[in-house]
């Protein structure tokens, strides 16, 4: 009984699949179908997956070589890539400059035509004036007065920091080091510290622009740490190498000109008088002999630098009553003394010790 139910039971069995057989295939099909377009799914994930991990890993790759880069670049070379923007790129800008508590808002345009370098300051708010320099002649426009003084400077420097031609006498006399980063007009900056190694000239602080090494802001402090001058850029545009769109100067025709420094420079040895208190890596950049016609007598200046900080010697006749003793005006301080019938006066960017120092230490060839 058992063996027929089994037989019987293993009959129903194949009975039941061979009636059942289409369905069954059917079946089979859409599994398979499921299967086949499940799997088809899973690989798309997986190389959508693969794309996103490789592009993880390229980007992670790229951040990591160009912070590496970045740290590559030290404080000097930071400096030095800054130095050979500043004169060879053509840019524009708004800047904002404090200075003597006053701002003032202006354009600024510098651009290299056929080697010269050249720039231009606009004043955007009254007294409206135009600051011009071609290589080492700089020109001043008053607008509201129609005159323009141009002073045939024997030195050319730049109207938003100045620095040094030779740096390689910097490591004596100033500690550059990096600052960390901020952004300024929204582009990135690297902060480099120029810190001097004694009490006699300013500290600075620069931040220099991630791609072109422009500066974008320069703040000047005195000996306490106070800001004396800030100037910051709040757009800037590079332009391209070949198209240097030059300065344009304003039609002089109807203007009052004046001109400085016509004569030309005379070696140190020339001057009448002697610096015998040098402060450490200042050097002599010009002596000329001015004449000042309205007031009928002549100006011998000296102008030292040691790149960063200038100092102007003048020597002319006493009036009846010299000036003696020490000015001060924002960043800018001046000694004053009678030395026989000439009175001397010491002015420059630097704190009111230096300008002392120089003053004490002047005397008659």
Request: glycine share 4%; charged share 20%.
């Amino acid at each position: 009984m058992s063996e027929l139910i089994c037989s019987s039971t293993g009959l129903q069995v194949i009975m039941c699949a061979q009636t059942s057989y289409p369905f069954g295939t059917s079946l089979q099909r859409r599994l398979n179908y499921q299967v086949s377009d499940l799997a088809s799914k899973m690989y798309k994930v997986s190389q959508a997956i693969r794309y996103v991990f490789v592009f993880l890993i390229t980007a992670i790759l790229f951040v990591s070589v160009a912070h590496a880069e970045d740290k590559l670049l030290s404080a000097p070379q930071l400096f030095e890539n800054m130095k050979h923007a500043l004169k060879s790129l053509n840019y524009q800008g708004t800047v904002v400059l404090m200075k003597n508590g006053q701002l003032d808002t202006m354009r600024y345009k510098h651009s290299v035509v056929e080697g010269v370098e050249q720039e231009r300051l606009s004043s955007l708010n009254s007294p409206l004036r135009e600051v011009t320099r071609k290589a080492s002649e700089v020109s001043c426009l008053f607008k509201e007065t129609s005159q323009k003084v141009i002073n045939h400077h024997p030195v050319d420097s730049s109207f938003i920091i100045n620095l040094p031609e030779d740096s390689s006498q910097i490591d004596a006399l100033y500690s550059l080091a990096k600052q960390g980063k901020e952004s300024i007009a929204m582009l990135p900056a690297e902060i480099i510290t120029i810190q001097p190694k004694d009490q006699l000239r300013y500290s600075r602080k620069v931040w220099i622009e991630s791609q072109y090494f422009l500066p974008l802001k320069v703040e000047v402090y005195d000996l306490n740490g106070m800001i004396l001058e800030q100037l910051v850029f709040t757009d800037l545009k590079v332009e391209g190498i070949n198209d240097p769109n030059p300065v344009v100067e304003t039609n002089e025709t109807t203007l009052q000109v004046k001109h400085l420094h016509a004569s030309q420079a005379e070696p140190y040895e020339n001057a009448p008088f002697v610096l015998k208190n040098w402060p450490a890596g200042f050097k002599t950049l010009f002596f000329i002999r001015n004449s000042m016609q309205q007031a009928q007598k002549a100006v011998e200046h000296l102008l030292i630098s040691d790149g960063f900080s200038s100092v102007s010697i003048y020597m002319e006749p006493k009036e009846a009553q010299g000036v003696e003793g020490l000015h001060s005006l924002g960043s800018v301080n001046s000694y004053s003394k009678v030395l026989d019938t000439y009175q001397i006066t010491v002015l420059g960017e630097v704190p009111a010790q230096t300008v002392e120092f120089i003053a004490t230490g002047i005397t008659l060839r």
